[in-house]
């Protein structure tokens, strides 16, 4: 069964703001002066459209011509959110566009709305790599702000709107353009190629990702490379990126709950577990958190955070430098929690719900021990729930990776390519690291912060010249892994 909703929702929510937040101020502070962050602030939050000399040569161009725009339009206008939407609905899309191609696709239907689709290129060799998307997206309610239906899909200058054209709907359009590209080429593969579209995401992956691990072993042995979301690109303006991430790795978490019939012994418990947390987790330098800010690091600005980045051991002993560090900075070197605001509890009384997330190289044990002060919630029923996959690191090494940067270094020369590790989001992705399997989240997009922060919120957006730019990217890169 799935988390309880509210739950779901609150973990969503805090994941996501976490992670935009994270994004926000690491730009912010790559920006330096006060006016030019005046003007980034100004442009992040304006809703007028904008249109930069980057993307004059898409004026007077017939969006709704290009067939992948068109695909993205359809794909965003079937409501796939949970629970009032049908993730069947958007499955049977998928079917019914590769069947036009000739292309077989097994449809698993699991009641409410919850379907998973896979789809088979095969190739000389039988191992394959694994095209992944989720087909849910976020609530959305014309209510919460749209300016137009939220599943509308509509154009407005260089922008298409509506909720899933970045998460993740827009990847699943790329995903899909180049598996057809594929087919109609008509050359066989070295590798296979797998096309999958997995449900309940946004809920915790448990009819989706989980269930294709447990109940598909025999498709399953077949995944030689996983394919995901979770790539960060960091620019600052449509033509420039800083850094061009390729998440290989991501803390891992645990539902931490706890019980009680005073809901403000609860709150104060709330307040003491931050503060508690923040002042005794001892700093970690992770082997995975090493190696991408290894990377990482010359792409900063700061000639201070270069520095720290480039001899992080330097942080065991200096306060000062420790203080220099972004909260997304910050976050690589801690076990940590994350508190949410006390609610009601189902069966009566009330609950504080808390997050623990927990550095790759970390067990849950550590993270635990970490973060909770002895004596802390004493007296209070607790609950403690792994949501899945720990921790491991796909390697940066491997083959995959170094294809899916060299493809981005020739189609934006000049770009430092490296690793990406989430520390406040989470993919599908970790499951299938934790099955042994290569998996990276790799977004072909070139966009500017202003678009990401949109995700999962009201007029969520998706600057089209990107896209379209993205699903090229994607094709080549595609093709790179098994030709």
């Known amino acids: 069964m799935s988390e309880p909703r509210s739950q779901a929702d609150l973990h969503r929510r805090l994941r996501r703001r976490a992670a935009r937040t994270a994004l926000y101020l690491a730009l912010i502070g790559a920006l330096g002066s006060g006016f030019l962050l005046h003007r980034f602030v100004a442009r992040v939050l304006a809703h007028a459209p904008e249109v930069s000399s980057e993307s004059e040569r898409w004026l007077g161009r017939d969006f709704t011509a290009l067939p992948e725009v068109r695909l993205l339009q359809q794909y965003v206008a079937i409501d796939t959110s949970w629970p009032d939407g049908d993730e069947l609905a958007g499955v049977r899309f998928l079917e019914e566009l590769l069947a036009q191609e000739g292309i077989p696709s097994e449809v698993e239907y699991l009641g409410q709305g919850r379907a998973n689709l896979w789809a088979v290129l095969e190739g000389h060799e039988r191992g394959a790599v694994v095209l992944h998307h989720h087909v849910d997206v976020e609530p959305a309610r014309p209510s919460d702000g749209w300016r137009d239906a939220p599943f509308s899909g509509t154009i407005d200058g260089p922008w298409i709107f509506g909720r899933g054209v970045y998460d993740m709907k827009s990847l699943a359009v790329a995903q899909l353009q180049a598996f057809l590209a594929l087919k109609r080429s008509g050359v066989t593969p070295r590798k296979s190629v797998i096309l999958l579209a997995t449900s309940s995401e946004e809920t915790g992956s448990d009819v989706g990702s989980k269930w294709i691990l447990r109940a598909h072993p025999e498709l399953v042995a077949r995944f030689e490379l996983f394919l995901d979301e979770g790539g960060v690109v960091e620019a600052v303006n449509p033509g420039e990126a800083k850094y061009w991430g390729i998440e290989f790795a991501q803390k891992h978490y645990a539902d931490l709950v706890y019980c009680g019939d005073d809901r403000a012994r609860l709150e104060e418990l709330g307040a003491d577990l931050m503060a508690e947390s923040r002042r005794r987790a001892p700093l970690r330098l992770d082997p995975a958190v090493l190696e991408f800010v290894a990377a990482y690091g010359p792409s900063r600005d700061h000639t201070n955070l270069q520095r720290i980045l480039g001899r992080p051991e330097t942080l065991l002993e200096s306060v000062r430098d420790r203080e220099a560090l972004t909260p997304f900075l910050r976050a690589l070197f801690h076990n940590s929690l994350s508190v949410g605001p006390v609610r009601e509890a189902e069966g009566g009384g009330w609950e504080l719900p808390v997050i623990v ?107 089209i010249d990107a896209f379209v730019d993205g699903v090229a990217l994607y094709e080549r890169a595609v093709r790179r892994l098994v030709e």
Do not use: C, K
């Open 357 to 463: 997330q927990a550095l790759p190289g970390s067990s849950l044990e550590e993270a635990l021990a970490d973060t909770l002060a002895p004596g802390l919630g004493a007296g209070l029923a607790a609950t403690l729930q792994a949501r899945g996959g720990g921790g491991e690191a796909s390697p940066i090494a491997h083959p995959a990776f170094r294809a899916l940067a060299a493809e981005v270094a020739a189609s934006h020369p000049g770009v430092r390519v490296g690793p990406y590790l989430l520390p406040w989001s989470a993919s599908d992705a970790r499951f299938f690291r934790a099955a042994g399997i290569p998996a990276y989240g790799f977004s072909p997009f070139l966009l500017v912060a202003a678009d990401t922060f949109t995700a999962a919120e009201p007029n969520e957006r998706m600057a």
